[in-house]
């Protein structure tokens, strides 16, 4: 199911045994299914002609997918707290396409759960190898993608975007590492358990934080990096800590580095965090 954006709405299944039958049951009609289906493959196939190109890598090419979602798709915060209230056992009928491949790809709205699927048929479609992950992040249940490029699989996690978390590319060609070090911790109900490790993230150099920049490990690093940050012009900066930073000192670094702003943006900062990310807004 978790590999097949094309299965939708699956409600139930039971196996008997005695005559080796497997029923399934959906929230649709066959009917209906096949409506949805007919429009996911033509959306997507209208997505990947606009935005992917013959001569772009494998990174263009995925962070063009992630570029898309971010910049035309939201998270349906009514679904999840539908989820939430019976403890993610049963959510309310009209949220149903929030969490199949049918909520991000055709009515733009939807949760984790599709936004993996999208990100999953988006990838296949441009010639990509992805696989839908499931588990947690920070505790409440989660899906993501695990992408493969030239230095193996990473993680991808397309929903806490920075239209949905603030964050831009909050885990973005990540390692497994950096991953669990914010709170994303791995199920096995993706994959057969004993081909999980195949999926191991090992190396991150491809991180979008590393790769630009802006993982710091000590506190002058982060005042050198919000002051460079600021001097070219930039409105919001967002860094990731890769070390403890003791808050006061933190605070210290952020005014060292807005003291050079005209006094009317200097009214209007604001400096706040999600999990080891810095986000500085004036």
């Given at each position: 199911m978790y590999q097949n954006p094309l299965i939708l709405g699956v409600k139930g299944y039971s196996y008997a045994y005695d005559t080796l039958t497997l029923t399934i049951t959906y929230d649709d009609t066959a009917e209906a299914i096949k409506k949805k289906q007919e429009e996911i493959v033509a959306e997507a196939k209208n997505i990947v002609s606009s935005k992917i190109t013959s001569d772009m890598s494998v990174e263009q090419k995925h962070k063009a997918i992630y570029d898309y979602l971010n910049e035309n798709t939201k998270y349906d915060d009514e679904a999840l707290a539908s989820a939430e209230a019976s403890g993610f056992k049963d959510i309310d009928a009209k949220f149903n396409d929030s969490f199949t491949?049918?909520?991000?790809?055709?009515?733009?709205?939807?949760?984790?759960?599709?936004?993996?699927?999208?990100?999953?048929?988006?990838?296949?479609?441009?010639?990509?190898?992805?696989?839908?992950?499931?588990?947690?992040?920070?505790?409440?249940?989660?899906?993501?993608?695990?992408?493969?490029?030239?230095?193996?699989?990473?993680?991808?996690?397309?929903?806490?975007?920075?239209?949905?978390?603030?964050?831009?590319?909050?885990?973005?060609?990540?390692?497994?590492?950096?991953?669990?070090?914010?709170?994303?911790?791995?199920?096995?109900?993706?994959?057969?358990?004993?081909?999980?490790?195949?999926?191991?993230?090992?190396?991150?150099?491809?991180?979008?934080?590393?790769?630009?920049?802006?993982?710091?490990?000590?506190?002058?690093?982060?005042?050198?990096?919000?002051?460079?940050?600021?001097?070219?012009?930039?409105?919001?900066i967002v860094v990731r800590l890769a070390g403890r930073i003791d808050e006061a000192v933190l605070i210290e670094e952020a005014q060292k580095a807005l003291s050079v702003l005209p006094e009317d943006k200097l009214k209007n900062a604001e400096l706040g965090n999600l999990s080891s990310y810095i986000i500085l807004n004036y």
């Open positions: 491949t049918y909520g991000i790809m055709v009515k733009k709205i939807g949760v984790c759960a599709s936004y993996a699927a999208v990100y999953k048929i988006l990838s296949d479609l441009s010639g990509l190898e992805s696989v839908v992950v499931t588990g947690d992040m920070s505790g409440v249940p989660h899906a993501w993608n695990k992408v493969k490029l030239d230095n193996g699989w990473v993680n991808v996690d397309s929903t806490n975007n920075a239209t949905n978390s603030g964050v831009p590319y909050l885990l973005f060609n990540s390692s497994d590492e950096t991953a669990k070090s914010l709170n994303f911790t791995l199920s096995k109900e993706f994959w057969i358990d004993s081909d999980i490790p195949q999926f191991d993230a090992k190396d991150g150099s491809k991180d979008y934080y590393k790769v630009n920049g802006l993982e710091v490990a000590s506190a002058s690093e982060l005042g050198a990096k919000l002051l460079e940050q600021v001097n070219e012009g930039s409105n919001s």
